[in-house]
């Protein structure tokens, strides 16, 4: 239960704002103004909680992300978090990791205030899905290598694999796949079985963060790398012939080239 | 020829920025902190001029971009440009409209500047590819409607349409297409091709900025409407069920129900 103060009850609205990858730089100028005229900040498990220092000390700050074991929100109650919060205390910043819409359920929260009569802005963010890539100095798309990237979620509502991981295996698209780090090995059996062990692949873990960590390599030899290297989630995977670019590949395939040749 | 001034000689690098998608509080903290340190700016077409101001005042600013009429940069000169000025006045910023890396040929820059010894920062951008639709609320992934999104280029370095715009016609991604309105009505028979005439679609000109205009609806009355509406380039196309999310789709679904029915 949530008592209003009469004396601060302010028009309510909400900002939906991407917080992008997790380096507090690569929030957009835009986001901080939105953060420093906040009357409450919800925010995420993936959102670096040093951005909070844009917003008012006064500013009320709500941690509704999800952490394993910690307690968590249900999209529901966020949702009526977000209203309440507008409706009692006026200016609401739903700050969310990345971009919004990239696999965010952004849209929902942004419904649900517009089903309330809530105006809700949206600021977009840096999503790790190209950034994470590009920091590594591998670009999504590059002349001859790559034409369009398709990226997909490795962790659907229903815990299967999205279909869509089928069809993005068969294309000639750079694939990123958020989220999927826990299935990487069903992931890259799915590429194998399209005749594609040989693709190069990577996974980046923490991108932006001074606990982001690189294995760059192809198919067949992704998963061990992973393990070996003790990768952990959050952690971003990325399929193509764009990866063959990264200063990692080169060494990585003359070490299997020697390896092949016995 | 570039003259250096020897009093001025710093330590070549380069900075790779993305710019956003126009709206000039779109730029990353990082983005505005690279532009403050600059010795040189080079930009492109895309890139919202007034970012400029950003950059020291006696910072040399030179504009490397393509537009219609106008005498444009190669991309081989582009990259020439870069190394002059970072070997004869130190930190150049190369100011890129969205992200780098998404059909921006950030990879060809930060290729030849590694080349030529001359250290490469990358400051990722705001893609329009996410950004546009979002703004326009319409997300790119939504439980229900979107497992993945697809972004796809409508202008190839041959001319033709990519073979990936077929492909991710068959698709049950988000089609994002980049650089596609003068190709609209090729493309629109693509996805017809594949049964797909009453899939939403929608085009945005010039999103994030005063400029924006958005015009709804479905594969079969999308090119109509773009043309009705004046849409100009620059423009997204996005194909998908998210599209029937935008608020604009309710009302131009009952008016094509109520044609349909005669």
Same mark, same amino acid.
């Given at each position: +239960?949530?008592?209003?103060?009469?004396?601060?009850?302010?028009?309510?609205?909400?900002?939906?704002?991407?917080?992008?990858?997790?380096?507090?730089?690569?929030?957009?100028?835009?986001?901080?103004?939105?953060?420093?005229?906040?009357?409450?900040?919800?925010?995420? #498990?993936?959102?670096?909680?040093? &951005?909070?220092?844009?917003?008012?000390?006064?500013?009320?700050? @709500?941690?509704?992300?999800?952490?394993?074991?910690?307690?968590?929100?249900?999209?529901?109650?966020?949702?009526?978090?977000?209203?309440?919060?507008?409706?009692?205390?006026?200016?609401?910043?739903?700050?969310?990791?990345?971009? =919004?819409?990239?696999?965010?359920?952004?849209?929902?929260?942004?419904?649900?205030? #517009?089903?309330?009569?809530?105006?809700?802005?949206?600021?977009?963010?840096?999503?790790?899905?190209?950034?994470?890539?590009?920091?590594?100095? !591998?670009?999504?798309?590059?002349?001859?290598?790559?034409?369009?990237?398709?990226?997909?979620? $490795?962790?659907?509502?229903?815990?299967?694999?999205?279909?869509?991981?089928?069809?993005?295996?068969?294309?000639?698209?750079?694939?990123?796949? &958020? +989220? $999927? &780090?826990?299935?990487?090995?069903?992931?890259?059996?799915?590429?194998?079985?399209?005749?594609?062990?040989?693709?190069?692949?990577?996974? %980046?873990?923490?991108?932006?963060?001074?606990?982001?960590?690189?294995?760059?390599? %192809?198919?067949?030899?992704? @998963?061990?790398?992973?393990?070996?290297?003790? %990768?952990?989630? =959050?952690?971003?995977? !990325?399929?193509?012939?764009?990866?063959?670019?990264?200063?990692?590949?080169?060494?990585?395939?003359?070490?299997?080239? %020697?390896?092949?040749?016995?």
């Amino acid at each position: +239960m949530i008592i209003p103060d009469e004396k601060t009850i302010k028009q309510p609205r909400i900002t939906l704002v991407g917080a992008g990858p997790g380096d507090t730089d690569l929030i957009t100028l835009k986001g901080v103004k939105a953060l420093q005229t906040a009357d409450v900040v919800l925010y995420d #498990a993936l959102v670096n909680e040093e &951005l909070l220092e844009s917003a008012p000390t006064d500013a009320i700050k @709500v941690y509704v992300g999800k952490r394993s074991g910690d307690h968590s929100y249900s999209q529901d109650a966020v949702n009526k978090l977000l209203i309440d919060y507008a409706l009692n205390y006026g200016h609401v910043v739903r700050l969310k990791g990345g971009d =919004p819409f990239v696999f965010g359920r952004g849209f929902e929260e942004l419904d649900y205030a #517009a089903l309330n009569n809530i105006p809700v802005q949206v600021v977009p963010g840096i999503s790790s899905s190209i950034a994470v890539a590009g920091l590594q100095h !591998i670009p999504v798309t590059h002349r001859g290598l790559s034409e369009s990237f398709w990226v997909v979620t $490795g962790t659907t509502a229903s815990g299967k694999i999205s279909n869509d991981v089928y069809e993005a295996a068969r294309s000639k698209a750079t694939v990123v796949v &958020l +989220m $999927g &780090l826990h299935k990487l090995a069903e992931i890259a059996e799915i590429f194998k079985k399209e005749g594609k062990q040989n693709l190069p692949a990577a996974v %980046i873990q923490s991108g932006s963060t001074s606990n982001e960590k690189v294995v760059v390599g %192809i198919v067949d030899t992704i @998963v061990g790398l992973a393990e070996q290297n003790k %990768i952990a989630s =959050p952690a971003l995977i !990325i399929f193509g012939e764009v990866v063959s670019l990264h200063p990692d590949f080169q060494f990585a395939k003359e070490f299997y080239d %020697i390896v092949a040749r016995g």
